[in-house]
């Protein structure tokens, strides 16, 4: 019998799902060396014996440390009663690290396609180091769990297209969503696989659910610039398409998006500028890992991504002062 066809968007959805293995693969390998500390990534990802070069390290380093010090800022802020929302979470490890170190949420939930959720589920149900902070956390002696979903006290997990809201947010409320709750919304090299009105959508909803929230987005920046083209045309070359480009042309067109759709307060810093600020002594050490040679082609990569973050602050917990 013949193979049925697929169509060009469930192979450009296969294509964006394969993005989170790259940057699980990234993360862990940066991870082995000593970059910064991830002991649940292995439980995820296995390492693979290609090198990785430093200035692809020393990104995800800045990626990495970059995002967590907003989130980690905004949990503090909250005094750790808020809720966090993972959107294409892939095999983030957050949650654990969270757990580790005292600072989890009331609730942490995670998103990301039916398929990816399958197989985190898998390795969570299979390696008792993923499965015993859920396990530790929850009151009771039952735990939901299906192929699709997990549902515990402190984490959940979730399949759900981000390109349908109403869909998602039924999801989630099912799974105990508290819309009154200060939220943090974090998407890390997600938006740009959608396209521009459906990020904008996302983000909407996001705007328009949570009276108290921050939205926190890591993604390209200056892609109009030669260099842009280029990192587009690689990964056009592997069917992964970038639907969301036309807001990562400036750090203007980043904050404009959310201010938009229903955000008051946005502030967008180039990944280089994120490297300077973050705390010098730990730069310090990790730049000491590995040398360096192309000096320049980590700035053209610094200056390629960055983090977005808003804030909306109906409860005056000062969520508009969370910056590095
Ligand atoms: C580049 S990976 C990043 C994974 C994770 N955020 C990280 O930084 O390690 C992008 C993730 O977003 C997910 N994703 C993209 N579009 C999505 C959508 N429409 N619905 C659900 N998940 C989506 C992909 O499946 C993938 O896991």
Not at 66 to 81: I, M, P, S
Not at 142 to 150: G, N, P
Not at 240 to 252: D, H, K, M, P, Q
Request: glycine share 4%.
């Amino acid at each position: 019998m013949a193979r049925p066809a697929f169509t060009d968007s469930e192979t450009s959805d296969d294509a964006v799902r394969a993005t989170c293995d790259d940057a699980s693969i990234c993360k862990r390998y940066a991870a082995s060396k000593g970059y910064w500390k991830d002991a649940f990534i292995q439980y995820f990802v296995r390492q693979t014996s290609d090198r990785k070069a430093p200035e692809i390290n020393r990104g995800y380093y800045a990626r990495v440390k970059g995002v967590n010090y907003l989130l980690d800022a905004f949990v503090r802020r909250c005094e750790q009663n808020c809720q966090i929302i993972n959107l294409g979470a892939g095999l983030d490890t957050t949650f654990w690290r969270l757990k580790d170190e005292n600072l989890l949420p009331r609730k942490y939930f995670e998103v990301d396609f039916p398929m990816t959720v399958a197989r985190k589920l898998h390795n969570i149900k299979s390696k008792p180091p993923l499965s015993k902070p859920i396990i530790e956390t929850h009151s009771t002696d039952t735990l939901l769990i299906d192929s699709q979903s997990l549902n515990s006290d402190r984490y959940c997990i979730v399949g759900a297209d981000l390109r349908d809201p109403p869909m998602l947010e039924e999801k989630l409320r099912k799974f105990q969503l508290d819309t009154q709750l200060p939220t943090l919304l974090v998407a890390e090299c997600v938006l740009v696989y959608m396209s521009p009105e459906q990020s904008s959508h996302l983000i909407k909803w996001a705007a328009s659910t949570f009276h108290t929230a921050m939205f926190i987005s890591y993604e390209q920046v200056n892609m109009a610039d030669r260099f842009g083209q280029i990192m587009i045309e690689n990964l056009q070359r592997r069917h992964c398409i970038l639907a969301g480009v036309e807001f990562c042309r400036s750090l203007e067109s980043q904050k404009d998006r959310f201010l938009s759709c229903g955000w008051n307060k946005v502030e967008a810093l180039d990944m280089m500028s994120v490297y300077s600020k973050l705390p010098a002594e730990d730069v310090e050490r990790m730049e000491r890992l590995e040398f360096l040679d192309e000096k320049e082609l980590l700035q053209q990569l610094l200056q390629h991504y960055c983090i977005c973050w808003a804030s909306k602050d109906q409860m005056a917990l000062g969520l508009t002062k969370v910056s590095y």
